[in-house]
């Protein structure tokens, strides 16, 4: 875990060194910076826990340092001095969000009690920020639904990895809920109270997943007007989730490869290298060992991320939590919704112990929260269950029901026309959720834009300029 850093700004080479030198000696990590521009550039490039400025410098002023620190890291407190002080440079400093202001001469135990509590405050402001973050986001083992020996098996694995600090691959079918076990295992580990963010490596494009992961110093490419810090620097002493990893190109495998291995990287455009502590668990729905077989993942980077394997089973190879798994959803949408929905019709638990539920998890979740927004009684019956999992038989039957006429077909056109039409069934299924819809065809995201794209009609499903970010999972 890195220590706290703080960044003394200083045109006297006497004060920055006095300061520099005082601060190590507290425990801290200094760096100096003899002018505003140095500072300004310093806090583009790295994060600070404090900034310690003088108020009166050439060119580039304390003030100015102040008000970009602010804009850059809101949460880090700036201390300001000066040998020059007045009421009004002091109200206008406090304007600005400085934490104090300091005269020039001081007692050394009078800075450094400053010091201490500004920084002491900083943490207490990063710790309820991460509070928030996890009460909203709170994962743990009761969102991990089911009691079949699969998922007995699954929460004895989570109990005995979560306190390690060895990275994890979680395989499994899409909507088996891979990243509810990704959270179950953060939020049992050691790691709880610091961050766990998570980045989809198939819904970033690759320009942009390179800047997601590291960040970038501005200039770094057009458009990067500002410094960004990447999930990695977000993540320090935490853990970072990497949903299909597979999807990732080779060039930002090598990259994420070194990462692990030196625990430091550098932003897009910088050249200062960053430390971190960070445990990686990623995910993939597919066969990594038949990826790598087809050069399509480096097998060095699986050795490092397969040191713990958890594979999840699919929902019809543990048909008793079904009826568990449904009744968590009921009541979660009957209160989400406010419907007064009490209980699922035994003729519709029938049919979902018959139903073989490619989507997984994921699917079953689907169904119910479309069944409670259209019941219209106190049970869900059979009538507000889509037709596909009432009579999965018809949909078995859709390739065999197809035969060739005796004066012969378009082939490449009717294969075109079937998969329009079920690309346009999965958006319907979906309320045009569009990820949602690509897992339900067996696609990832990047897959399902390219077909939408080939086929013609991006513009017609709303998908023309549509660039998908890290976080839009749930939402198109």
Not at 14 to 31: H, N, P, S, T, V
Not at 358 to 374: D, K, T
């Amino acid at each position: 875990m890195t220590e706290e850093q703080v960044l003394v700004v200083d045109d006297e080479t006497g004060m920055r060194e006095f300061l520099k030198i005082m601060l190590e000696k507290m425990g801290y990590q200094a760096e100096a910076a003899d002018s505003g521009e140095t500072a300004i550039q310093r806090l583009e490039q790295g994060r600070f826990n404090l900034v310690i400025c003088d108020l009166k410098m050439p060119r580039v002023s304390g003030m100015e340092v102040l008000r970009r620190s602010k804009e850059i890291n809101p949460e880090a407190p700036v201390i300001m001095i000066t040998a020059f002080g007045s009421a009004e440079s002091a109200v206008e400093a406090m304007k600005l969000g400085a934490y104090d202001y300091i005269s020039k001469p001081f007692k050394v135990d009078e800075i450094q009690l400053v010091i201490q509590k500004a920084l002491e405050k900083a943490r207490l402001v990063e710790e309820n920020i991460q509070l928030k973050r996890e009460l909203k986001n709170k994962y743990g083992f009761h969102n991990l639904i089911g009691l079949s020996e699969p998922m007995r098996k699954i929460y004895e694995m989570i109990r005995q990895v979560a306190p390690s600090k060895s990275n994890i691959l979680i395989s499994g079918e899409s909507g088996t809920g891979k990243e509810l076990v990704a959270k179950a295992i953060h939020y049992n580990s050691p790691r709880r109270n610091y961050p766990l963010l998570t980045v989809n490596c198939a819904s970033i494009p690759e320009s942009l997943l390179e800047s997601e992961l590291f960040g970038h110093t501005r200039g770094a490419f057009t458009g990067a007007y500002q410094s960004k810090r990447g999930v990695f620097e977000l993540a320090d002493s935490g853990t970072i989730f990497l949903d299909e990893i597979a999807e990732m190109a080779p060039s930002l495998q090598a990259k994420l490869l070194r990462v692990i291995e030196d625990r430091s990287f550098r932003k897009v455009g910088g050249e200062q290298e960053l430390k971190v502590d960070v445990r990686i668990i990623a995910a993939t729905n597919r066969d990594p060992e038949k990826e790598i077989a087809a050069g399509k993942f480096r097998d060095d980077l699986y050795y490092r991320l397969n040191v713990i394997r958890i594979h999840l089973p699919l929902l019809r190879e543990r048909k008793e939590d079904i009826p568990i798994l449904a009744q968590h959803f009921l009541e979660k949408y009957t209160r989400e919704l406010d419907k007064p929905i009490r209980k699922i019709s035994d003729e519709v638990e029938q049919i979902f112990m018959k139903y073989p539920w490619p989507g997984n998890v994921r699917e079953l979740q689907n169904v119910i929260e479309r069944a409670v927004s259209l019941e219209g009684t106190e049970v869900i019956l059979p009538e507000s269950i889509p037709e596909k999992v009432r009579y999965p038989e018809v949909r078995l039957e859709l390739a065999s029901g197809i035969h060739l006429p005796p004066q012969g077909i378009d082939l490449e056109k009717t294969l075109q026309d079937l998969e329009c039409k079920l690309i346009k069934e999965a958006l319907a299924e979906t309320r045009g959720v569009k990820v949602k819809a690509a897992e339900l065809l067996g696609l990832s995201f990047r897959s399902f834009r390219y077909r939408v794209t080939k086929l013609g009609v991006a513009k017609e499903l709303g998908m023309e300029e549509e660039e998908p970010g890290p976080n839009n999972s749930e939402e198109d």
